[in-house]
């Protein structure tokens, strides 16, 4: 069966783009034009965009029920920075002043 306007494949290729609502008005009728015409394609699209639509769901859930406090970000933030250790540039023993040749034995 000869279906209208893009072939199966670029339907397939292209089908985010459609879903997302990225295609131009002309590309997007070319699409519709074929999913009317061909069921294995227009099934393809439903389940592409019902996995689409339950994923967000199932990983997206939405914004936490309780606010974070400004006292536990800040005493997180704060153990963070005395994790890392301090630059100490006193203990650095790298001569500046030798030639690169001496600095690499």
Known sequence: MKCPGPSCKEVCEFL?????????AVRRLAFEAHLKACPPCAEYMHQFALTIKLS????????PTLPI????????CAAMAADQPACDVSQARCDTTAPLSKQQN
């Open 56 to 63: 967000k769901k199932c990983c997206c859930p939405g914004k």
């Open 69 to 76: 406090p400004d006292d536990l970000i800040k005493a997180v």
């Open 16 to 24: 985010s783009d459609f879903v997302d609502g990225q295609m131009s």
